[in-house]
């Protein structure tokens, strides 16, 4: 679908960063590019701002960016991405950054950002080609142009719970088939805890790699969250990294024991 867009890249480099300067070095530098990567989390914790980080990162980078959201409103990205130094309203009106509302849109209401322009309405997200079409028109505007590629699914337990379970499936064989070949990496959002661990492990599966942000079992009352790397094909020495980090004034602070 988009693979040709994604081909070559502003952001040359073969590994995208979080910009998490701990973190991405003990990823050997970063995520493969051409990777779909499960972002896990769980009661208590929020993987979206550490999301929302990497593709801060990729906007800074010179990589273009969507965020589709079935959860949240837009204007929720907005405070967050604007919180690590991007300008969204900015990147929305050259074309660095595209909205998919997945949220909002089906019920009727009205967009929250100054901004209309470079947001995708979706009315259906239980279908997997009603998703996929309206990522790829979001991108059409790079269509002929080699850029790299950050893309969010916030998230897929929405779809999930709204659709069938065959529905997930559907949509993770077509972001893997478009991306093995690219220069893309798309994080998708799963709340693990509120599904059935046998679904988490096929997911987990399909995935190129899985980041699990967790509560470590001594945060000491304090705002503390662990991101563990559970899994990164072809880098098993990533495996079981593991970063302590806690939200100050809208920014990921890593915590070093």
Same mark, same amino acid.
């Given at each position: 679908?988009? %693979?040709?867009?994604? *081909?070559?890249?502003?952001?040359?480099?073969? =590994?995208?960063? !979080?910009?998490?300067?701990k973190f991405d070095e003990a990823l050997g530098g970063g995520i493969p590019r051409g990777s779909v990567i499960l972002l896990e989390d769980e009661i208590g914790t929020e993987a979206t701002p550490f999301a929302v980080q990497f593709l801060h990162n990729g906007l800074v980078s010179g990589d273009y960016s969507y965020i589709l #959201? #079935?959860? %949240?409103?837009?204007s929720y990205y907005d405070n967050l991405l604007s919180s690590f130094g991007s300008n969204p309203q900015m990147h929305l009106r050259t074309g660095r950054l595209r909205y998919i509302d997945g949220f909002s849109a089906p019920y009727g209401f009205t967009h929250d950002l100054d901004v209309t322009e470079g947001i995708e309405p979706i009315r259906d997200v239980s279908q997997p080609?009603?998703? %996929?079409?309206?990522?790829r028109r979001s991108l059409l505007h790079i269509r002929?142009? *080699?850029?790299?590629?950050?893309?969010?699914?916030?998230? =897929?337990? *929405?779809i999930i719970h709204i659709g069938e379970t065959r529905a997930v499936y559907s949509l993770l064989l077509h972001h893997l088939a478009t991306t093995k070949n690219s220069r893309g990496v798309t994080l998708m959002i799963l709340h693990a805890d509120a599904h059935d661990e046998t679904l988490v492990r096929s997911i987990e599966h399909m995935c190129d790699g899985v980041i699990k942000i967790s509560? /470590?079992?001594?945060?000491?009352?304090?705002?503390?969250?662990?991101? #563990?790397? &559970?899994k990164m094909k072809g880098r098993p020495?990533?495996?079981?990294?593991?970063?302590? !980090? #806690?939200?100050?004034?809208?920014?990921? &602070? /890593?915590?070093?024991d």
């Amino acid at each position: 679908m988009y %693979n040709t867009m994604m *081909s070559g890249g502003s952001s040359s480099e073969s =590994l995208a960063k !979080f910009g998490i300067g701990k973190f991405d070095e003990a990823l050997g530098g970063g995520i493969p590019r051409g990777s779909v990567i499960l972002l896990e989390d769980e009661i208590g914790t929020e993987a979206t701002p550490f999301a929302v980080q990497f593709l801060h990162n990729g906007l800074v980078s010179g990589d273009y960016s969507y965020i589709l #959201t #079935t959860e %949240n409103i837009l204007s929720y990205y907005d405070n967050l991405l604007s919180s690590f130094g991007s300008n969204p309203q900015m990147h929305l009106r050259t074309g660095r950054l595209r909205y998919i509302d997945g949220f909002s849109a089906p019920y009727g209401f009205t967009h929250d950002l100054d901004v209309t322009e470079g947001i995708e309405p979706i009315r259906d997200v239980s279908q997997p080609r009603v998703v %996929n079409e309206a990522i790829r028109r979001s991108l059409l505007h790079i269509r002929d142009q *080699s850029v790299g590629i950050r893309g969010m699914i916030d998230t =897929l337990s *929405s779809i999930i719970h709204i659709g069938e379970t065959r529905a997930v499936y559907s949509l993770l064989l077509h972001h893997l088939a478009t991306t093995k070949n690219s220069r893309g990496v798309t994080l998708m959002i799963l709340h693990a805890d509120a599904h059935d661990e046998t679904l988490v492990r096929s997911i987990e599966h399909m995935c190129d790699g899985v980041i699990k942000i967790s509560l /470590p079992e001594q945060a000491e009352g304090e705002n503390i969250q662990e991101v #563990t790397v &559970v899994k990164m094909k072809g880098r098993p020495e990533s495996s079981n990294i593991k970063l302590k !980090f #806690t939200y100050s004034s809208g920014k990921i &602070v /890593p915590i070093y024991d």
